[in-house]
């Protein structure tokens, strides 16, 4: 697959990722949502958000990996995050330069609200 990847003089150049990507080729990976679980379905990074964003990063590798996809081909990631807060950006963005390195796909920070357990 071949990517072009723009950011129009007419809007701001982001530092962390590309505002429109074009994509031609014909083989597309979708991935389900990452949380920051190990292998076993463990938590990893209670209470720390840096330690949990590298987490769900090195998953997503691991899901494009099986898939035989590799990070540079990605061109959208949309992230929640429960109880978002600007000041986490800086811990996100960390986790996602780990996986992705200077390719900068289009994303989207959703904030959320937490999941109820429905046995409450």
Known sequence: MTLE????VE???PASYT???V???SR?????GQE???EHGNLVGGGDLGLQARQVFA????????????????TKITIFVVDYRREYLPAIEEGRVALFDKHKPADTIVGSGRCRDPNT
């Open 23 to 25: 994509a031609t080729g």
């Open 59 to 74: 998953n997503v590798g691991r899901a494009l990996t099986a898939a035989r996809a590799r990070p540079d081909q990605v």
């Open 36 to 38: 920051p679980e190990d």
């Open 11 to 13: 809007l701001s150049t």
């Open 19 to 21: 505002q429109v990507i």
């Open 5 to 8: 990847l723009i950011n129009p």
């Open 28 to 32: 597309h990976v979708f991935v389900s």
